[in-house]
């Protein structure tokens, strides 16, 4: 059974550039599968500082300073940008890493981030309406032919004679371009939205059942448009709290606020057996991938022992 580990990060709770350059060498280094961050401008709980890095300011920077490790973000808000302009800085942002980047992207949830700077933040019937054509507007200049041009009438956003340019240097995503990342716990519009343009579907922090319940949904609405449920790569993510003795899982547990029996029970806690153990677990019903959440950024030796006695027992 082989499951992939990859390293999430939620620097809006506080964290610079260089930590963020920090966690994605050691990521590289130990064998990590992708270096992701979140998208937000606001701290949930603390002060937040120094203060948020935007993603794609973040990820064009990682992409030349590192070589081999996958980036992303999960999820980048489609509340945030106009999606005309995140097609080029990601198409951008995957030629100056020569093809590694991924685009997760979701719908935008947190209203206070958006007060705080100043960030229009519709209902949510429009927020889930313009998440849905920014899907099919973004993948669609992409897979665009050179000298083509794109047009799109959509009820939030109109293009007209498109060039579609600059192109990605992927275009081997399901839509053409980059491997875009959907998820969510929506029962009908989130899986139909991944059938349709997703390369992976992910599951942020659910238990067992409900992950069960999800990945059915997807293959559901996958064999609905006649395709392969099989080319949905599946995936979870979930908090990382590892030690090697139930002291340095306590101390860990401290260091970001949380319980450990209460990590145990939703995320990734315990020794690395236990780990072991818990992420198996997901595995069995169809996960195919792990995003680690890695909320305390200054300790890399967590990310050390997790690539030492974690995923060598997970193929």
């Known amino acids: 059974m082989t499951v992939e580990l990859r390293v ?13 350059l920090q966690v994605a060498r050691t990521a590289e280094e130990l064998g990590f599968g992708a270096f992701f961050r979140s998208d937000h401008y606001l701290a949930m709980g603390g002060d937040g500082r120094p203060g948020p890095t935007d993603t794609w300011t ?20 489609a509340t945030f940008r106009h999606p005309g302009v995140l097609a080029i800085q990601v198409a951008q942002v995957d030629q100056m890493s020569g093809g ?19 960030i229009p933040f519709p209902d949510t ?14 993948t669609g200049l992409w897979s665009t032919k050179v000298g083509d041009t794109y047009d799109f009438a959509g009820s939030h956003y109109q293009l007209s ?12 995503g399901h839509a053409g371009g980059p491997p875009v990342l959907v998820g969510g716990l929506g029962a009908r ?14 599951l942020p922090f659910a238990d067992l059942e409900t992950t069960r319940t999800q990945f059915e949904r997807v293959r559901r609405a996958c064999e609905e448009i006649d395709r392969d449920p099989e080319s949905v790569v599946r995936s979870n ?17 401290e260091a970001i606020g949380r319980e450990v029996e209460e990590l145990r029970e939703h995320g990734v806690a315990g020794t690395p057996d236990e780990a072991v153990e818990r992420i198996r677990a997901y595995a069995e019903i169809g996960a195919e991938r792990i995003y680690l959440q890695t909320l305390d950024v200054s300790d890399l030796d967590h990310l050390r022992l997790v690539a030492a006695e974690v995923m060598p027992q997970l193929g």
């Open 100 to 118: 590694r980047v991924e685009l997760g992207i979701g719908a935008g949830w947190f209203e206070q981030e958006h007060t705080a700077y100043g």
């Open 58 to 77: 973040t990820l064009a920077g990682l992409a030349r300073e590192t070589s081999t490790i996958r980036l992303g973000s999960m999820m980048t808000s």
């Open 189 to 202: 519009k989130t899986p139909a939205l991944a059938a349709r343009f997703a390369d992976e579907f992910n």
């Open 237 to 253: 993510a979930l908090v990382l709290c590892v030690g090697a003795d139930e002291a340095e899982v306590r101390r860990r547990a």
């Open 125 to 138: 019937r429009e927020r889930f309406e313009r998440y849905a054509e920014q899907l099919e507007l973004i």
């Open 161 to 172: 004679d498109s060039p579609a340019l600059p192109k990605p240097a992927q275009d081997g």
């Open 8 to 20: 999430f990060t939620e620097p809006q709770q506080g964290a610079t550039y260089d930590d963020l």
